[in-house]
């Protein structure tokens, strides 16, 4: 495999800094999701932690560099998610958090920000702008701004989750990994890549978000001007570069799903595995959903990556998706 920027070591050692509840979480395969899927199914659930997402793993890994440094300010963009995560890692350490997030944000993500004790402004506008206006405080105030996915941390982070569904030898053939701006994609793909070559990793976006999956198929960066997914964590409009660069390294193939069959994916997790989950962590499930065929025989493992979520948009999702056979695209 070519090099990307991710070193497989750094990862081991992410595994040292990072608190140990969010480490190790539950895989498990999950017969009851099988009959209506038609493949062997294995979970990796990374909503049971204090956050509720994968994010804190990469958190974990800045704040705890940024302890042993003067400075101690740290700003984010987020959609909610990573700055949960670096609020919980940031008020562990002592560190002066500040988010940005679009002010059409989930609510229940940014009333958890404000709980944990980060500072947390607001913009007219979708994350692309809160990025900006994030950047833009950084460079006022002399404060470290954490990017999500170009900053190496949070992609290494995110790897450890490789690690664990990898060491010791992997039963599945496929991963199934949700692809917003990349950090989750690129770290557990380059540790699939590294150690389980023979593993097919796929990296699914909404087809209302399809920035990162058009430019890896087309091996450039692609922007768009608006998204319309209700998956609020992968809905980036301009890609990085960089991780678009890991990401044609360790990527197999890229899919877009509809808004149907993630829906169709949150209420099977519902029914089948008793998970509330946020519309990112069905993509995997919608994946297979709308290509029974090409998963037909195989032991799937996707990654349940957050539950943090509208409760009245929720539960209006899954009424609608009562019977999810009634909603294949």
């Known amino acids: 495999m070519q090099e990307t920027r991710l070193d497989t070591a750094r990862i081991r050692a992410a595994r040292r800094v990072i608190d140990p509840v969010f480490l190790d979480t539950p895989l498990y395969r999950c017969e009851a999701l099988e009959p209506g899927l038609g493949c062997t199914v294995s979970i990796k659930l990374e909503t049971a932690n204090p956050v509720r997402s994968f994010k804190a793993r990469g958190t974990e890994v ?56 980060a500072g947390l402004e607001l913009v007219d506008g979708d994350h692309e702008m809160a990025r900006e206006r994030a ?17 190496i941390e949070t992609c290494e982070g995110a790897a450890t989750i490789g690690l664990e569904l990898v060491d010791p030898a992997p039963s599945f053939d496929t991963v199934l990994i949700a692809l917003g701006g990349g950090a989750l994609a690129t770290g557990v793909g380059h540790v699939v890549k590294a150690l389980a ?47 678009l660069d890991d990401l044609l390294l360790i990527a197999d193939d890229a899919v877009l799903v509809q808004e149907t069959s993630i829906i169709a994916g949150m209420r099977m997790l519902l029914d089948h595995a008793g998970l509330v989950v946020e519309p990112s962590a069905a993509l995997g499930i919608a994946a297979i959903l709308e290509n029974r065929d090409r998963f037909a025989g195989r032991h799937v493992v996707t990654i349940v990556c957050g539950s943090n979520v509208d409760t009245d948009a929720y539960h209006q999702w899954v009424s609608v998706a009562r019977h999810p056979q009634n909603l294949m695209p």
């Open 135 to 151: 950047a833009a405080i950084a460079r006022y105030d002399g404060i470290r701004l954490v990017e999500d996915s170009l900053d």
């Open 197 to 243: 070559p023979e593993v097919e990793v796929i990296c699914v976006q909404p087809l209302g978000a399809p920035a990162m999956t058009h430019s890896w198929h087309r091996r450039r960066v692609v922007t768009t001007d608006s998204t319309n997914t209700i998956a609020d964590g992968v809905a980036g409009r301009h890609p990085i570069p960089a991780v």
């Open 62 to 117: 800045v704040a705890s560099l940024l302890a042993d440094t003067a400075s101690r300010a740290v700003v984010c963009a987020s959609a909610g998610n990573l700055g949960q995560a670096l609020a919980w890692s940031g008020r562990g350490r002592g560190l002066d958090v500040t988010v940005v997030a679009s002010r059409f944000a989930t609510r229940a993500k940014l009333d958890r920000i404000r709980a944990l004790d």
